[in-house]
């Protein structure tokens, strides 16, 4: 056998490290405001603080080697229009839990309407399992998508989030034309 050049004698990667399904008690690291044709989104970068799962996120992003690494610990809180929809009141819900969350989290602390007094603040997240489609291939993550207070994530009084699966394809019937039909039936 030829020996080949940089032989290094090493694990090769196992995959990444993936968060389960849970609540977490979590730092924020940044906080911001995402505008796109679809509304405004505060997302949220953290990292777990606590646990078994303590920085987890710093070490994918550390021992990640692509060029175009991303942080993979973000939240993201779709922002009301106050267009009075049905949808507009279920992020508004979403919203005030979240700063409850915060508000609660950590005392003294008071929500005056700018995100970058987020940073540093610790909240309880709730990561549930989410199915994933890409190029063809499919499988399974955790994604952060709901907040509870830091005291009833450490006390586990909180309720898991159902799992997310991609939505059902519809199953689309055979196509025949009269060139493919020979007049004979299959069966």
Same mark, same amino acid.
């Given at each position: 056998m030829r020996q080949y050049?940089?032989?290094?004698?090493?694990?090769?990667?196992?995959g990444r490290e993936q968060?389960?399904?849970?609540?977490?008690?979590?730092?924020?690291?940044?906080?911001?405001?995402?505008?796109?044709?679809?509304?405004?989104?505060?997302?949220?970068?953290?990292?777990?603080?606590?646990?078994?799962?303590?920085?987890?996120?710093?070490?994918?992003?550390?021992?990640?080697?692509?060029?175009?690494?991303?942080?993979?610990?973000?939240?993201?809180?779709?922002?009301?229009?106050?267009?009075?929809?049905?949808?507009?009141?279920?992020?508004?819900?979403?919203?005030?839990?979240?700063?409850? /969350? $915060?508000? =609660?989290?950590?005392? +003294?602390?008071?929500? #005056?309407?700018?995100? !970058?007094? %987020?940073?540093? *603040?610790? &909240?309880?997240?709730?990561?549930?399992?989410?199915?994933?489609?890409?190029?063809?291939?499919?499988?399974?993550?955790?994604?952060?998508?709901?907040?509870? /207070? $830091?005291? =009833?994530?450490?006390? +586990?009084?909180?309720? #898991?989030?159902?799992? !997310?699966? %991609?939505?059902? *394809?519809? &199953?689309?019937?055979?196509?025949?034309?009269?060139?493919?039909?020979?007049?004979?039936?299959?069966?």
């Amino acid at each position: 056998m030829r020996q080949y050049k940089d032989f290094k004698s090493e694990r090769s990667s196992s995959g990444r490290e993936q968060l389960p399904a849970g609540g977490y008690v979590c730092q924020i690291l940044s906080a911001k405001v995402e505008s796109s044709e679809w509304g405004d989104t505060l997302v949220i970068a953290h990292d777990v603080c606590e646990g078994d799962y303590n920085g987890i996120f710093k070490r994918d992003y550390d021992q990640n080697t692509m060029e175009n690494k991303k942080w993979r610990g973000t939240f993201r809180l779709k922002l009301p229009k106050d267009d009075g929809s049905e949808q507009d009141a279920w992020k508004k819900r979403s919203f005030n839990n979240f700063i409850w /969350s $915060i508000e =609660n989290s950590n005392p +003294g602390y008071s929500w #005056a309407w700018d995100e !970058k007094t %987020l940073k540093g *603040k610790k &909240v309880g997240l709730l990561y549930r399992n989410k199915e994933w489609e890409y190029n063809g291939r499919s499988g399974w993550t955790t994604e952060a998508a709901g907040s509870e /207070s $830091i005291d =009833n994530i450490r006390a +586990g009084k909180f309720r #898991a989030l159902k799992d !997310k699966p %991609l939505p059902e *394809k519809p &199953v689309s019937a055979p196509v025949f034309t009269e060139e493919e039909d020979d007049g004979e039936s299959p069966f």
